[in-house]
């Protein structure tokens, strides 16, 4: 017992894990602000897609991202029962709608596969690896990619 | 002793500024003693300072800078053109050297050197060296560097007595903060023989006195052997409570008539506004009694304040979901609420409210080191400094300044032999100018050079593929390609512009602040670019308004009028746009929904209400919505932090239910909306 007597083991990480369509997804807590239920949002004209709007939190204003669109499923319709993920991700603070926040697991870094070679560019760009998990498989999502684009690409 | 430091570093500051100020108003206005004095003084107190930090650096070329000064003040240098321009190198010096030593970074040492030995041989030049005050020692921090003591007009290498008239007006002021003139002519009286008169001519008579003003004015003659310095010094717990005149008498005090002591002309102490005669004085700027703040305070201030008026907002509509009559006590208790919000807000915002002298100050700087580089002689002209605008917008402002002043001597002006042959004067102009306009701030940066080169700002558009070779552009479009990312006129990339940056980036910075900047320009005359900002980035009056369901909040500021319009009103004009007939003009209506996307086009405006709002270039537009909710103050929330910018939007705000509502930008709307070349081609790219 005494090699797994030190839980600070350096190389593990802790992740939220939450489902968006049929499939489980997670990012890593440290990037996690607060988890809440779905208000709705103000619509943003000229926006993506997959923005939603944006929410007062707490006197912020937080763009939220239909996770669902965003990774290229369809559309989610959002109802009192869909969760919303703040996240922040460097200096952006953003909302992540999801169906439901599943659990909190502890990985090892060595558990994270490389996201399987599958030729589509849209889970290239946003899976950062995969995780087995009681023959469930965990895609992890790489934050920065998933976000609107950042202010400065914006043309007047 | 970090606080003591840090609070000399502000006062240097404001020295610097008092140094810079000093020096325009001599280039200006010639070299009146009075502002000579004022400028030896701020050199000469930064000086003293530096020395009580062992700041040697700096000690040692202030006390360069200070021996000119000195030179200028007993006029054995005559001020030329050259002097002055030295003399504003080495005040950009001075607070270089001042903000080394702040920040601990290394000074720029051979700057000093040269710029010293230049300064030493202005003054050498003039006068048999020997006598120059250098000699009195270069400063060792052990004196604290009060040096110049030892550098008087010239009394204490020979004690003969001197004679000084004074001439002292005291405010009310002066009394409401405890001084009394007679302690001041006590010690007057100890540095020599001295003769007080009183003049009474302002004084009313009794039915007209207020026990509060005051009326009193002394004129003085002190035959001293101490230097006018001490005089000054004497004066110096009341500098700016009073207006004081001292001037070197040549002649022998004449006979005054005999004046009782002092002590009978003291005036009842008393508070109030400033005598006539004071005001009546040019140089009667008193300043008030200030304290220095931690601006983190003032942030935490406002940002409360903020929710203040949030809270506000949500109080009001709880108690009118309660359906509560209007004439309860509740009711009647939540006005007065707002009220006390709104002034509350409003005294909050003006503590964060500067004047833009400082920034323009600073820019007088730039212009100058691009002249030198460019080689073209600049003046540049700087207009309404008093102008006050939020803090943080002036701080944010630098760049973008910099970068069009930069601009305008590297590209808008021509060379001198070019301006000569346009029978302009040889020496370009830049007019720098700051004026509040319609709750707004303008800034305008114009020059008179030779004007945007159209035909070669469209070449260089379609050689970097910004525009189709064959896109017809007016000729304001043309000039806004300037603005375009990745545009950059000058072929070679030179030292001063070209850095990297272009008139891009100056726009998105303006924008960020939820402002505008716009370009005039005629050819051979000289281009003016013109910066529009909001006064604050807090909270602005808004009308609330409903927009296809969605609830949005137009600045009142842009509003002209609103009305709804009759339906013989509305003319379409050829296939899809609409104007209003308001008082006989065609105003075009730009409808919101359409343009934020979320209805179709339509050209039913009957049931819609339109709000008048006018541009800075008094450029009019009509802007359609739904229906009209409320007036209200709101609180500013930018998009930009966490997600960007979104056209015709200037920022988002929360209402009272917790609610996000948008609030437009009329002008960045009104423009989307009209299809040009330049327009549609930038809105492919998005």
């Known amino acids: 017992m005494s090699a797994s007597a030190d839980p600070a083991a350096s190389d593990n990480r802790e992740l939220v894990t939450f489902r968006v369509g049929e499939q489980d997804y997670c990012v890593d807590i440290m990037a996690i602000r607060e988890i809440r239920g779905w208000t709705p949002a103000t619509v943003l004209p000229h926006s993506p897609g997959y923005v939603l709007g ?100 914006a043309l007047a | 002793m970090a606080d003591i430091r840090a609070t000399f570093f502000q006062e240097c500051e404001e020295l610097l500024e008092q140094l810079r100020d000093g020096l325009e108003q001599i280039e200006g206005e010639g070299d009146c003693l009075e502002t000579v004095n004022a400028v030896f003084r701020a050199v000469h107190s930064i000086k003293g300072g530096g020395a009580a930090f062992g700041l040697d650096a700096l000690v040692r070329f202030a006390h360069q800078f200070e021996t000119v000064l000195d030179a200028m003040r007993a006029e054995r240098l005559t001020i030329t053109d050259d002097v002055i321009g030295l003399c504003y190198r080495a005040s950009d010096h001075l607070s270089d050297l001042v903000a080394a ?107 007209a006195l207020d026990p509060h003003n005051s009326y009193l004015a002394w004129s003085l003659r002190l035959v001293t052997s101490e230097s006018e310095h001490a005089i000054h010094d004497v004066f110096e717990f009341v500098e700016g409570l009073c207006s004081l005149r001292v001037w070197l008498d040549a002649e022998p005090a004449p006979t005054v008539p005999d004046m009782p002591a002092p002590a009978e002309h003291v005036p009842p102490s008393d508070p109030g506004a400033a005598s006539p005669r004071e005001a009546a004085k040019p140089a009667g700027q008193s300043p008030k009694a200030t304290v220095r703040v931690d601006l983190d305070l003032v942030d935490r201030l406002i940002n409360l304040v903020g929710e203040l008026v949030i809270n506000q907002a949500v109080l009001a509509q709880c108690v009118a979901e309660a359906g509560l009559s209007t004439h309860t006590d509740i009711s009647a208790g939540l006005d007065e609420f707002k009220n006390l919000s709104r002034e509350v807000q409003e005294y909050v915002m003006s503590i964060r409210a500067q004047p833009v002298k400082p920034l323009f100050q600073r820019m007088g700087r730039i212009v100058r080191e691009a002249s030198d580089i460019s080689g073209k002689s600049v003046r540049l002209v700087t207009v309404g400094e008093t102008t006050e605008v939020d803090k943080t917008v002036i701080e944010r402002l630098v760049d973008p300044l910099t970068h069009i002043l930069r601009n305008a001597v590297d590209h808008g002006l021509e060379v001198p032999e070019t301006r000569e042959a346009a029978g302009k004067p040889p020496q370009g102009t830049i007019t720098l100018s700051a004026a509040h306009r319609s709750g707004r701030v303008l800034i305008e940066i114009a020059d008179d050079g030779a004007g945007i080169n159209r035909p070669k700002v469209r070449e260089i558009a379609i050689t970097k593929g910004l525009i189709p070779p064959d896109a017809v552009l007016s000729e304001a479009e043309t000039d806004k390609l300037l603005f375009q990312p990745g545009f950059s006129t000058n072929a070679v990339v030179t030292d001063l512009s070209g850095r990297g940056v272009g008139m891009d980036v100056v726009k998105s910075a303006i924008q960020a602040l939820g402002g505008r900047v716009g370009i005039q320009s005629a050819p051979g005359k000289g281009t003016t670019f013109s910066i529009s900002l909001p006064l604050t980035l807090a909270v602005l009056d808004g009308m609330v308004v409903d927009v296809a369901g969605q609830t949005m909040v137009v600045p009142i500021t842009a509003i002209v009028e609103t009305m709804r319009p009759r339906l ?32 179709h086009p339509s050209k039913d405006f009957s049931d819609r209400v339109l709000l008048l709002v006018e541009t800075d270039q008094n450029d009019r537009w009509a802007l359609a919505v739904d229906s009209i909710h409320d007036q209200r103050q709101v609180v500013i929330k930018g998009l930009e932090a966490n997600y960007g910018h979104v056209p015709g939007v200037a920022a988002a705000t929360i209402l009272g239910d917790g609610k996000i509502a948008l609030i437009i930008d009329p002008e960045e709307t009104a423009v989307r909306a009209r299809p040009t070349a330049i327009q549609s081609f930038v809105l492919d790219e998005v």
């Open chain 2, 101 to 207: 030593e702040r920040d601990g970074t290394e000074p720029a040492h051979d700057t000093s050197e040269d710029l010293a030995k230049r300064l030493v041989a202005l003054v050498e030049g003039p006068v048999p060296p020997g006598t120059v005050p250098e000699t009195a020692g270069t400063p060792t921090p052990e004196t604290f560097g009060f040096v110049p003591l030892a550098i008087p007009i010239g009394p204490t290498a020979d004690p003969q007595d001197t004679t000084f008239g004074i001439e002292f007006t005291p405010t009310a002021a002066l009394f409401t903060n405890g001084n009394d003139p007679v302690h001041l002519f006590r010690t007057l009286r100890e540095m020599g023989d001295l003769s007080v008169s009183v003049d009474t001519v302002s004084m009313p008579t009794l039915d």
């Open chain 1, 54 to 153: 944006v929410i007062n939190l707490r006197g912020s204003v937080v763009p939220i991202v239909d996770l669902a669109a965003r990774l290229g499923l369809p559309p989610a319709v959002p109802t009192p029962r869909h969760v919303i993920v703040i996240a922040v991700v460097g200096e952006q603070m953003v909302g992540l709608l999801v169906d439901a926040v599943s659990d909190i697991l502890s990985v090892n870094d060595a558990s994270i596969q490389d996201t399987p070679d599958v030729m589509a560019e849209t889970t290239k760009e946003f899976v950062e690896g995969v995780i087995s998990v009681d023959s469930r498989m965990l895609r992890l999502i790489a934050l920065g990619p998933v976000l609107p684009p950042p202010a400065t690409k």
């Open chain 2, 568 to 599: 013989e009103d509305i003319h379409a004009l050829a296939g899809d746009g609409s104007v209003v007939s308001v008082r006989d003009t065609f105003v075009p209506i730009v409808d919101l929904g359409t343009v934020f996307g979320h209805r």
